[in-house]
């Protein structure tokens, strides 16, 4: 029986039940849903600063089935799982193969992120060195059947003097690449070294350039992800979007009302906050399915106070609370990440995710999500 939980805020009293979500219902059909997924750290591994990271590989696949077996497909190796924040190129192609494996062993639906973070941060890369490590990430992405996600480099907004560069240089990987690929764009709130990308800091000049790569080469592109927080911005991407081009949302701000979408479209999803909302979330878009958007948004509105609080400024250390949230809802056994990021939120802010969380029936045994939370509050928070 649970009772009250003294949190930073205030009292609270965790519910007593979750929601009834079981998996095994099939994949939403109106939508293509990916959850990007996080990584699970290994604990006991004797690893400092800067080294590479250890990862729990059976924890890491289990919760990448738990996504499956709801009928979501999984985004492997993108900003969620640590990509470029503790998890280097050699640590994520491990795990593309081992997601990619284990997908195919279960029927899942996977893609995957193809960068740069090969190159190292100094000195500052030609264009070629990153088309070259652009070709080493899509080649292993093809060699093992995942659809690729051309993320958003680092080391271009480095090497890139203007919109020709990006133009160039995406023109050169789409002719390349074997079958369609997502783009990906994602602003600086996630990852300020990106600041600048597609040759601009204006936004409606960056719009055009990503823009004229989709109309260059249309039958390359299945789809873009955008990851502005702008969902004006990313309506009006989505409309001048080629016909048969997807557009996915990253924005964990507006969600719901862009895969809800318009008289004039909708957006397909590319979601961090799918992690924990996983089983919500696939349950809201097969309500979807049905026509129901009134259904749909009653189900997944609640969810955003949430996934803004968790993606609050700064908004790239939000993979905290999604590992935090994991490990509350019993996906593992630790609160460890890779490169000691379960350090990156406040008390406060980790105690104010439980709260939202579990008022939202996410954690599958909300009594041994109280008592993680309160061990939590014992160690790091003292005797209250």
Known sequence: MTTTIHLPQGPYTPRATPLDLAP???????????????????PYADSGPGDPAALDWESTLAFRRHLWAHGLGVA????????????????????????????????????CGVGTDQLPDAPAPTLAEVTAAYEEQLALAEENGVQPILMASRALARAAQGPEDYLATY???????SEPVVLHWLGPMFDPALEGYWGSAD???????FLKVIAEHPDKVDGI???????????????????????????DFNYPELIAGDERGFSHALLGIFDPL??????????????????????????????????GSPTRFYKTGVVFLAWLA???????????????????????????????????????????????????????
């Open 24 to 42: 095994g219902a099939g994949a939403p059909c109106s939508r293509t849903v990916f959850s990007a997924a996080h990584v699970v750290a290994d």
């Open 76 to 111: 492997e190796a993108m900003d969620t799982a640590q990509r470029g924040m503790g998890l280097d190129w050699t640590g994520a192609a491990e795990l593309i193969r081992r997601s990619a494996a284990e997908a195919k062993a279960v029927g899942g639906r996977i893609a």
């Open 171 to 177: 023109a050169h990987l789409l002719r390349q690449a």
């Open 203 to 209: 936004l409606d000049e960056a719009t055009d350039t």
């Open 225 to 251: 992800k955008i990851s502005l927080l702008d969902a004006a911005r990313e309506i009006d991407v989505r409309r001048r979007l080629p016909g048969g081009v997807r557009c996915y949302t990253g924005d």
């Open 278 to 311: 996983g089983p919500l979330a696939a349950h809201a878009v097969r309500v979807l399915d049905t026509g129901d958007v009134d259904g749909f948004r009653a189900l997944l509105d609640p969810t955003v106070e949430l996934s803004r609080h968790l993606f």
């Open 330 to 384: 019993g996906h593992q056994d630790h609160f460890t990440m890779v490169g000691g990021l379960q350090s990156a939120r406040s008390l406060p802010h980790l105690a104010k995710a439980y709260e939202l969380a579990d008022g939202l029936g996410l954690f599958p045994d909300p009594d041994l999500a109280a008592h993680r939370m309160r061990a939590l509050l014992a160690v790091h928070g003292g005797a209250r």
